[in-house]
């Protein structure tokens, strides 16, 4: 299918997963300089109605959603690519969840496009074909999650050579803290009240066990190509401090900023040149001060951090078993048929008994290692003491 070319000296922006809470954010952010930017693609998964009245909204040149033909102005995936790939767009942002966001992806990385990708299954599940094809059709890669995009920012004018670790920091959860709570005993409405963020079911699941944050260390082994044994985790509950980067001079380097994601979000939009922003400033001189704490995980009571590097270790698909496992277990805790402290040990379960040596280069190979995985987890028997 042709695509008609964009006459417009704006840069054309494709939002995939424009309904979500990083689409919206992304949408607030592209209304700040209407001057700068032309609209040219909105997608969702399933709120047809929703994405309608956005297009209609702001102006959107195309959309699509599957299943709903009302809200689509493209009809198939292979039309949505196609359109990645014209002229019309200059930079794609992900927020599709989960590895179907890999044809996309892949699509506008193999035309050279800018891609903000905040979709961290994409590298966690296929990150060797993903970086592969940025590195040979030229395009740009940049990172959308807070903690990677910060990392990226302290690393500009630095040589890779030069760092001794990478440290992730995390708000810890709302169990990390209360050492009291049995986890055996968790339910999902205990898990699902974060006690600082709103945010989407999984991923609030997974910053309850810690799994969001495993996930973060396999994306950034893969963003920044480096080792699990140089990619550090820390408590810092006050989520002033995104990440930090420490040289093997002994010098570390932080980036600190208002906890809103409009700001990375931003900063992807505009690299290299950074813009006003319409987020408040931290204030340092506020009544107490910026107090700022930091804390060791609990790596035992939350093994989700040791898998990680165990993943990275291991390389070939082990990371598309890692996040297959996990969906499947975060369903069947949520049905309470698994225990909150035995999703880690089943994931583990998964990764003991799927074949993962070589590393999936195509959507069928992702898929199918994801799904043995969640076979795997459906046939987990938890122990009656779990370690």
């Known amino acids: 299918m042709g695509v008609p070319a964009r006459n417009s000296p704006r840069r054309g922006i494709a939002v995939l997963g424009a309904t979500g809470s990083i689409g919206r954010q992304t949408l607030e952010v592209l209304a700040q300089r209407p001057e700068a930017y032309s609209l040219e693609l909105l997608t969702c998964g399933h709120q047809g109605e929703v994405l309608a009245e956005l297009r209609q909204r702001l102006g959107a040149r195309d959309s699509y959603c599957p299943g709903h033909p009302e809200a689509s102005t493209l009809r198939e995936q292979e039309e949505v690519c196609a359109l990645l790939q014209s ?15 890999l044809p996309y992806v892949l699509a506008a990385l193999e035309a050279g496009k800018r891609v903000c990708l ?18 040979v059709h030229g395009a740009t890669l ?16 630095e040589s890779h050579r030069a760092v001794r670790n990478l440290w992730l920091t995390c708000s810890g959860g709302p169990f990390h803290s209360h050492p009291e709570i049995s986890l055996h005993q968790v339910t999902p409405q205990q898990a699902l009240r974060h006690p600082i963020w709103s945010m989407g079911r999984k991923i609030t699941l997974d910053c309850a066990t810690l799994m969001n944050k495993a996930l973060e260390m396999i994306e950034a082994h893969w963003l920044f190509a480096l080792p699990g044994s140089q990619i550090q985790v820390v408590i810092h509950p006050q989520s ?12 570390v380097l ?27 400033p931290l204030d340092f001189l506020r009544p107490g001060g910026c107090r700022m704490d930091f804390l060791p995980p609990d790596e035992k009571r939350f093994p989700a951090l040791p898998l990680a590097r165990r993943v990275m270790a291991m390389g070939g698909g082990a ?14 805790f ?6 909150f ?15 993962c040596a070589h590393a999936p280069d195509s959507l069928e190979a992702v898929q199918s290692l994801e799904r043995a995985a969640a076979r795997a987890v459906q046939h987990y028997s938890a122990p009656s003491s779990l370690p």
């Open 341 to 355: 402290d035995a999703i880690p040990w089943a994931v583990e379960h998964a990764l003991d008994r799927v074949p």
């Open 254 to 280: 932080a980036q600190m900023g208002s906890a809103d994601m409009r700001l990375p979000i931003q900063y992807c939009l505009t690299y290299p040149e950074r813009q006003p922003s319409p987020c408040p």
């Open 118 to 135: 905040a979709t961290k299954e994409v590298l966690v599940s296929a990150g060797a074909w993903v970086m592969s094809a940025a590195r």
């Open 240 to 251: 002033l401090v995104h990440s930090m980067v420490e040289f093997v001079d002994g010098a």
């Open 142 to 157: 940049l990172p959308v999650d807070s903690e990677h995009c910060a990392i990226f920012q302290c690393l500009q004018g």
């Open 319 to 332: 990371g598309a078993v890692f996040h297959g496992a996990n969906e499947a277990a975060l369903l069947l």
């Open 87 to 101: 002229p019309r767009v200059d930079v794609v942002v992900c927020a599709i969840q989960g590895s179907s966001a």
């Open 334 to 339: 949520l049905q309470g048929t698994l225990a």
